[in-house]
């Protein structure tokens, strides 16, 4: 009895998913597929999507491809992390001596052999990978068959970062899940209801500007997109207060802010960077200390800032709504040299600040100095 299993997070399934799973349906033809979402999968931190959610999406997006899929709860019963090797041995007892095909995508099957107990996977079953355009093929030293054609490069963790950023769910999701995902407001859509209805339109439309930059200087300086994504689209939230309302929050929730006294008779809109990581942490439960302190280093920067830091800062000030001309500059600056970027960036907004003829703060003027020193 041939035994077709596709197991994974699908948080959430994308087409990239139906596409491989329709594609081994008619290469291996099994008289059953068991599609198995993990509980918590031994390789990432534990989903904030509820099982029972994620499960309902596979079963939406795989509507009407045959009779015989099982939508297998078999880790949640588990519970803690399941093994692929379990999984093995769970549909070697299930059924009778069965011939049992693991569908995996290109990436996962050139780590195969470091999973646990990989000699378990190798002797009793068949490797089914599905493969994307610049893959060097190196005949795997075990049982596997390659699907015919090529797969889009999709990732889960690209749609999470994509409906976060942007507040819309992309294609790349079946159109029968997308309203489950609405109605639960997943992957970041309830950040986006918050921030309609506390930011003004384009400090809102600034927001998803500065996650898309972050996005894309994520890739490029090895930085987690959902991370970089994650600080843009929240760096902004407390700036629907006034100055007086900004002070008057930092001291009702004791929020510690570098130079608090001065900035309040000076600039108090500079606390808004304080308060937005106080809304992230405690609002929308960001508990990434790296998240946190880069959007309370937005503004004023730091003496050791991290990449992450860096990025937003430099999205911050050169988003594609920025329209003085300086930002196409340091954008474009960014997408070669992060730190050169930087160094500008600081230099305009140092600028800017004296052009206004408003207060500099210590820290902008430390960062410069500090930014001026290193590039010695």
């Known amino acids: 009895m041939k035994i077709l299993v ?188 918050w921030l309609k209805s506390h930011l003004k339109t384009n400090r809102y439309i600034h927001s998803k500007s500065v996650a898309e930059l972050a996005a894309v200087l994520s890739d490029i300086y090895n930085v987690n997109v959902e991370s970089a994504v994650k600080c843009g689209i929240l760096h902004d939230a407390g700036k629907s207060m006034s100055g007086e309302q900004l002070i008057r929050f930092c001291k009702e929730h004791k929020i510690k802010a570098p130079f608090f006294e001065s900035i309040c008779a000076q600039e108090p809109s500079l606390l808004h960077s304080y308060v937005s990581r106080w809304l992230a942490r405690n609002v929308f439960n960001v508990k990434d200390k790296d998240i946190l302190n880069a959007i309370a280093e937005h503004t004023l920067g730091s003496l050791r800032m991290s990449t992450l830091s860096k990025i937003l800062f430099v999205a911050d000030i050169s988003s594609k709504d920025r329209k003085y001309k300086d930002a196409f500059v340091i954008r474009n600056m960014a997408l070669q040299d992060l730190d050169r970027a930087l160094l500008y960036a600081a230099n305009r907004k140092l600028l800017f600040t004296i052009d206004s003829q408003k207060w500099l703060c210590p820290l902008g003027t430390r960062l410069w100095n500090h930014l001026v020193e290193n590039a010695r």
């Open 6 to 193: 596709f197991g994974g997070s699908f948080d959430p399934v994308h087409q990239g998913h139906v596409a491989l799973f329709k594609k081994a349906l008619k290469a291996v033809s099994p008289d059953v597929a068991h599609i198995v979402p993990a509980y918590h999968s031994p390789f990432k931190a534990k989903s904030p999507t509820p099982f029972k959610l994620r499960m309902q999406m596979l079963k939406k997006a795989f509507a009407g491809l045959g009779k015989n899929i099982i939508f297998d709860d078999y880790e949640l019963k588990r519970g803690g992390k399941t093994y692929t090797c379990q999984l093995i041995e769970y549909l070697q007892k299930r059924y009778k001596k069965p011939e049992i095909y693991l569908l995996v995508g290109t990436d996962c099957l050139n780590d195969v052999h470091n999973w646990k107990n990989p000699e378990i996977i190798f002797n009793n079953a068949v490797v089914v990978a599905g493969k994307r355009k610049g893959y060097d093929e190196n005949p795997a030293a075990f049982k596997h068959i390659f699907l015919p054609g090529f797969f889009p490069k999709l990732s889960s963790s690209r749609v999470r970062a994509h409906i976060l950023a942007c507040g819309e769910i992309p294609n790349t999701v079946p159109a029968a899940v997308h309203p489950l995902i609405e109605q639960h407001q997943l992957y970041g859509l309830s950040i986006h209801a």
